[in-house]
């Protein structure tokens, strides 16, 4: 009974010795932390998918009956087609104009700083008040967008997009795009200045042009912020929440939720037990995409 | 030729960052016009200076202790990452325990899962732990999800830097514990500013998990005071909206201005090389 205790004194003993070093234990505290706060609910969450919970009274064993009702819900079918939807847009367009972005803003020239720190602005934001932002801009009639948009006599691109299924996918793209462009940028900047500078003196002196310096030198040296960024904006983009519900509220109807919207919505209907179910389906649905891109990515490196 | 390239690179990114600013100018504008004018009538450079806007935003909505709450949460969070996750980080660098492989595996491999995953479960741990509605039970929510990247972050730039600045401490009579304050600690400057950049304002801006473990009015956070003003008063008053919005929005602006020239150094010094 006593062994845990027995062992912790023993252990303490032999730092007071000095025959072990604090140092050993330094990676503790974060482990706790993280176990405490992050593992173990996770862990706890494959339980309770499996029980009908309400949150406060006894729950039953029920099997996998949530997992049968979640693909049985239309709701369900929908958010997931949304959230997709959503990171097949945002994802490519993401890593594209941050690359893009960056390659404009590595060579030297006046300015540079500023525009980098303009760029990366949006970021910082709150995506839920840039969501609001962009919803009083994008206002049909009274917003300045839709007013800009007239002055060109194109108003009716805009229209009244939000009781408009594809043009509010659209518009949350667009807007999660504008938002974190500088984000991905800076990931690619810091990876193109670890690319010494001899690799394309080299390629200059075989004759190479810009494009196939690009593809043969830049892109593979580029791999390992290529990885981080692909990854980490397929997991943003799939865990999209702040800006759909400033822009659409997951409407009209529950035609624009995704299922991270999802997920909270059952938690606060009560109905815990199936939401860590929805949980556990969308961790899969994330984690799929993100092995693959790893895989490919490291393999071309 | 040459300087036909220039101009239009010049010209791009002059488009891309006005594409940035314009939201913010609009948003400045509307917050410093009468309720009565559309933005666009009459001439969209010079507002009204109606100041009764920030007046009104500040008393109606719960802005000022929403910034409070943010600014707490957001302390404790990134005080728990900076030591904790730089602690981790030096012992995962420099010994090869099999228990700073496993805590490394662990947090590279949970990296991947956002936040929203174990949200729910965790509610109820919250509630048993009474931490739902503190501050301090939000900080420790957020400082565990940042906690992998930081490592990353810290463990990438501690590999950076030469093993030998630890021992000749230790020759000196230090142990790998004390060198790591006294010496490595205070190197690690660059990747602290990175960490905060790409972390902090994540946490004082955390929305996802406010929603479910801030629901007291008195102990919401800046999305989650101004989602609730919002939702009272959408499409009616935006001139109060976009007020508060720039109240907001300004502590963010500052704070990242003074961080983000350590950004870029952080980056390529630590960040890519995991």
Known sequence: ?301 | MKTILKVSKYFLIVLICAICLIPFYILIILSLNTPQRIFYEGNMFVPDFFLRNYVDAWNKSHIGTAIINSAVITIVALVIILVFGAMAAYTIARFNYKFNQLVFWLFMSCMMIPGIINTVPLYTLMIKLNAINTLWGMGLVCATIAMPSAVFIFTGFVKSLPREIEEAAIIDGCSWFTAFWKITFPLLKPSVAAVIILNGFGIWNNYAQAVFFLQDSKKHNIPQALSVYFQQFAGAHWNLMAATAVIAVIPVIIAFLMFQKNLMKGLTDGALKG
Request: glycine letters at 8%.
């Open chain 1, 1 to 301: 009974m006593d062994a845990p205790a027995s062992f912790l004194k023993g252990v303490l003993g032999m730092i007071k010795t000095k025959k072990i070093g604090l140092h050993t234990f330094m990676a503790v505290p974060a482990f706790l932390l993280f176990a405490l706060f992050f593992i173990y609910p996770l862990i706890q969450g494959i339980g309770m998918s499996l029980t009908d919970w309400d949150g406060l009274g006894r729950s039953n064993f029920i099997g996998l009956q949530n997992f049968f009702d979640f693909f049985k819900d239309e709701r369900a079918i929908t958010d997931i087609k949304n959230t997709l939807l959503f990171a097949l847009g945002s994802a490519p367009l993401l890593n594209i104009i941050g690359l893009i972005y960056a390659l404009l803003m590595n060579g030297k020239f006046k300015g540079k700083g500023i525009a980098r720190v303009i760029i990366y602005l949006p970021a910082v934001i709150s995506p839920l008040i840039m969501g609001y932002i962009w919803y009083l801009l994008l206002q049909p009639e009274r917003g300045f967008v839709f007013h800009a948009l007239e002055l060109i006599g194109k108003s009716s691109w805009l229209g009244n997009w939000l009781g408009d299924y594809t043009a509010c996918m659209v518009v949350l793209v667009l807007v999660n795009v504008w938002q974190y462009a500088g984000m991905t940028m800076v990931i690619y900047l810091a990876g193109l200045q670890s690319i010494p500078e001899e690799l394309y003196e080299s390629a200059k002196i075989d004759g190479a042009s810009y494009w196939s310096s690009f593809r043969y030198v830049t892109l593979p040296m580029l791999m390992p912020s290529i990885r981080i960024n692909v990854v980490t904006n397929i997991i943003g983009s799939l865990a999209v929440f702040d800006i759909v519900m400033a822009l659409t509220d997951g409407g009209p109807g529950y035609s624009t939720e995704t299922l991270s919207i999802y997920i909270m919505r059952m938690c606060y209907g009560s109905k815990t037990g199936y939401s860590t179910a929805v949980a556990l389906i969308m961790f899969f649905i994330i984690l799929i995409p993100v092995i693959i891109s790893m895989r490919l990515t490291r393999e071309k490196e």
